[in-house]
C-alpha cells in the first residue's frame, strides 16, 4: 500500500508536445508502405470515431476501443521493433523542457509519482525511460498484435486504474492539459492544466 501523497501526470501534451501514437503513425507512415495499405480500415476507423460521439462522462465504450484499433491496425511487432528506436529519439525533442525537472522535484518533495498515460505501452514506456516515476500506467495492447488493447487507459478509466492504487490516500496533484483527464484530475487536491500548445500552466 502506498503511504506517501500522490502526484500525478498526464503524458502526452502535458510533459510532451504533440500526441505521440498520431506522431508514430506518421513516422510509419514516412518509413513504411504497409501503413499506407490499410488506408480504407484507417479511413473507416476515423468515420466510426465521427459517429461515436465523446462520451460527455468519458467513460470507455466499446465503439471508443473499435475505431482506436482500427486506425492502428497496421501496426505490427515487426514494425514496433524497428522504428520505435528512431521514433523515440526524434520525439524525445518534443518534450517540455521544465517536465523532467518538475517530476524530480515533486519525487524530491517525498511524494509517489504517478505517470498515466493513454498512450500505448509500447511508445511511452521508451519516451519516459530516463525520467523517474515511482509507477507508470499506460494503455496495455496486445503483445502479437499490437494494434489490439488488453487496457484502454483513458477518460474513466485513468480514474478506475488509479483508484485501486491510491487506495484512499491523498493525491495533492494531478497534471494533464485535456478535458478527457477530467475523472482522473477529480482525485487530486490541486489541479494543474497545461496549456498543449505552450507547455505553460494555464
Not at 4 to 11: L, R, T
Not at 82 to 101: S, T, Y
Amino acid at each position: 500500500m502506498i503511504k506517501k501523497n500522490i502526484v500525478i501526470f498526464d503524458f502526452d501534451k502535458t510533459l510532451s508536445a504533440g500526441d505521440a501514437p498520431v506522431e508514430f503513425g506518421k513516422y510509419c507512415f514516412r518509413h513504411s508502405l504497409r501503413p499506407w495499405l490499410f488506408l480504407p480500415i484507417i479511413a473507416a476507423g476515423f468515420v466510426v470515431k465521427f459517429i461515436a460521439c465523446e462520451d460527455k462522462k468519458y467513460r470507455v465504450r466499446k465503439i471508443d476501443i473499435l475505431w482506436r484499433q482500427m486506425t492502428r491496425r497496421f501496426t505490427g511487432s515487426a514494425m514496433i521493433k524497428k522504428f520505435i528506436p528512431g521514433f523515440v529519439a526524434e520525439h524525445k525533442m518534443n518534450r517540455f523542457g521544465w517536465a523532467k525537472e518538475q517530476v524530480e522535484k515533486e519525487r524530491s518533495s517525498g511524494n509517489f509519482v504517478i505517470l498515466s498515460s493513454a498512450t500505448p505501452d509500447y511508445i511511452v514506456l521508451p519516451l519516459v525511460s530516463d525520467i523517474e516515476f515511482d509507477l507508470i500506467i499506460t494503455s496495455e495492447m496486445d503483445k502479437k498484435r499490437p494494434w489490439k488493447y488488453k487496457f484502454l487507459n483513458w477518460g474513466y478509466n485513468k480514474a478506475i486504474a488509479l483508484e485501486r492504487i491510491v487506495a484512499g490516500r491523498k493525491v495533492v496533484r494531478a497534471y494533464s492539459d485535456n478535458i478527457s483527464d477530467s475523472p482522473m484530475m477529480n482525485l487530486a487536491r490541486e489541479k494543474v492544466w497545461i496549456d498543449p500548445k505552450t507547455g505553460c500552466r494555464i
